[in-house]
């Protein structure tokens, strides 16, 4: 089984959190767990921060951000890292300060288009 642990910023106060990342037999990627993680660490883990988000989910069993609760998040079109996200219709890049717009999401969290 494939998995790995991607990085997320929260939107909220900015602080690093790493999603883990499980693929599962059905060739989709799903969310299964979060935490929140120093920049030190991170960086010393060498967690990746460019991977395909195609089809990737949430499982029932993800906690969401770990600073705030948010249950999805969403790829900055400029720097290509990921902001946790809440619902709201306009959010800003939590690593770059992009304005991003226009956000789809399902309720899934499937952000990516995999069927869209
Ligand atoms: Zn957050
Ligand atoms: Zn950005």
Same mark, same amino acid.
């Given at each position: 089984?494939?998995?790995?642990?991607?990085?997320?910023?929260?939107?909220?106060?900015?602080?690093?959190?790493?999603?883990?990342?499980?693929?599962?037999?059905?060739?989709?990627?799903?969310?299964?767990?979060?935490? #929140?993680?120093?920049?030190?660490?991170?960086?010393?883990?060498?967690?990746?921060?460019?991977?395909?988000?195609? #089809?990737?989910?949430?499982?029932?069993? *993800?906690? #969401?951000?770990? *600073?705030?609760?948010?249950?999805?998040?969403?790829?900055? #079109?400029?720097?290509?890292?990921?902001?946790? *996200?809440?619902?709201?219709?306009?959010?800003?890049?939590?690593?770059?300060?992009?304005?991003?717009?226009?956000?789809?999401?399902?309720?899934?969290?499937?952000?990516?288009?995999?069927?869209?």
């Amino acid at each position: 089984m494939e998995a790995t642990v991607i990085l997320m910023r929260c939107k909220k106060n900015k602080a690093l959190s790493g999603i883990r990342v499980q693929k599962m037999e059905d060739d989709n990627w799903w969310m299964t767990w979060a935490f #929140g993680i120093s920049e030190k660490s991170a960086k010393n883990e060498g967690f990746s921060q460019h991977y395909s988000l195609k #089809g990737m989910c949430g499982t029932s069993d *993800y906690p #969401g951000c770990p *600073y705030c609760k948010s249950p999805g998040f969403v790829v900055c #079109g400029n720097c290509n890292n990921l902001t946790c *996200y809440d619902g709201e219709k306009n959010i800003t890049c939590a690593w770059c300060g992009q304005h991003l717009g226009n956000i789809v999401i399902s309720d899934k969290f499937e952000l990516s288009g995999g069927g869209y």
